[in-house]
RNA sequence: GGCGCUGUAGCCAAGCGGUAAGGCAGAGGUCUGCAAAACCUCCACCACCGGUUCAAAUCCGGUCAGCGCCUCCA
């Protein structure tokens, strides 16, 4: 469906993390969402956990956009590596792979960004409007740090640039928390250049030998951690833009230093904040320095990606996942249900004919609506995938008797619209090469018509040999009232 | 220590004042040469103890258990 400015969209609720409540989203421009995702560091293979926050929020755009709106979408890649910790002999991240791996850093970024891609790809995750790279925005960085000085919310210290946290009352605003209450210089020692210890860099000055460094007022440095986030979403989207999501590991202090920095130089910023929860493992959150995490890649190896997406969507995005070997069975069974369920409505649909299917198509409807009815709350899409079940169990019922074609189109469009476009669940393309499906097609006729003579003459244990040589292969053989079938 | 979250059937997971969605697994049945698929039926005293209320998984207080952030993390 679309809609013009004129039109009128159905009133969408969704969890504020700044107002911790559920609150009516209003455009700030009629008819368009500009969001920004705080995107990833590439300097190591994803892992599950980043998939959860990617098919999140790619989710919510698809859902706007299936709305009608126009959805900007911007998602960062992060190029630069952030320090390891906050005193001045950590190692950035991306200079320690580089050295690791014997790759000029900017190959190191090149090799993993890719890879992201790739991985977010075959997820069906829509690629972002704008994918701006920190490397490309030093001058934009540079000059917000300006703009904050200029105000008095910045001060400079030894070729290096930090955020005046005593001078920015909000400063603790999105995470509650206040400033008092934090723990003071016990994980490190108060820096002789900072004037607190909560003080976080916009710009560090570069060390001899530090590969990654730019010309800046200061000296030849590097931009801090959460600055770019700021500069290139105000770029992109303009002041008080729509949506801000991220993890919820990213909300202290990475979020809250966006907010700092944005709102203290005089830019209204993000008006809503999501945030997702983490994915655990055997309860444990899945994470890098904790090394319990599986990488996208090999997970592909040895499971479907469509599958994964189907576990993700499963659980809230404001949930906890649990991601284990029984969780990911439940999802293969379930998805399989509902996707072959879509593959025998296109099948049946190929030679249907006109019939009085009002009593069908007034079941879809009814999923149909229970399905947006939980989208519109806060993005449900627990409760949307019960009503693709739901929809699928009064499917294969009438599957089961005769469906006339109004009613195999009703469905079909309720899975394509709901399942696929939103959910992004059924990715087109799947199945390898045309003319090998044909000849496939053929052979398995064949093979079909030869066991169905087995049949008549109650040669069972010939048909029943050819079932499972089939089976073998990944080819299931099931035998129905109109004859025999066959399935990968 | 500060801030915050969670505890729902064997597993995954919604619901967040009106008497427990959905999926997987399991049991019985229909159909079938058998099987598979599909359909029908069954399968929860919502961690524990108090309190508020006509009514609580849902609100309040307490207890126990687990987790997250406060350091890079999605």
Redesign the pocket.
Known sequence: MTHTDSQTFPDIYIHDTLQ?RKVKFEATSAGRVGMYL????VY?D?????A???VAFDVIRRYFMHLGYMVRYVSNI?DVG?????SDD?ED?MLARARLEQLQPMEVAEKYFWSFMDDMGRLNVLRPSIQPRATGHIGEQIALIQELIARGHAYESAGSVYFDVRSWPNYGAL????LD???EG???EVRGDKRD??D?ALWKNAEPGHIMRWDSPWGQGFPG?HIECSAMSLKYLGEGFDIHG?????????HEAEIAQAEAAGHPFARYWM??????IG????????GN?TTLSDLYKRLDPMVVRF?LV???????????D??F?????????LS??LN?VERRLKDAQEGDDSALIAKVETHRAAFEK?MQ??F?T??A??A???L??????A??GQVGRAGLEAALSAYRELGGEVLGLFAEGQTQGEDDSQRLDTLLELVLQA?QN??RN?Q??E??AL?DRLAAVGL??????DG?RWKR
Request: net charge neutral; with cysteine; glycine share 8%.
């Open positions: 911790r705080c995107g990833p560091t190591s994803a892992h599950v956990g980043h959860k926050k990617e992060t952030h320090l390891q910790n906050d950590g991240k995470s509650g928390r206040k209450d934090q723990e016990t994980r490190e210890a909560r976080f951690w991220g993890g919820l590991d990213l909300e202290f202090p990475h945030h997702n929860n983490m994915l655990t309860g444990e959150k899945m994470s890098k320095s904790k995490f576990l499963s659980s809230h995005y404001r949930s906890i996942t649990e991601f284990s029984d969780a069975v439940s999802a293969q069974n379930g998805y399989k249900r072959e369920a025998e939980a709350d806060d449900n627990p409760e995938v019960a693709l079940f739901g699928t169990r009064d499917v294969n019922a599957l089961a066991r087995y049949r109650k069972y244990a048909s029943d079932r299931t053989i099931e035998d129905t009232k025999a």
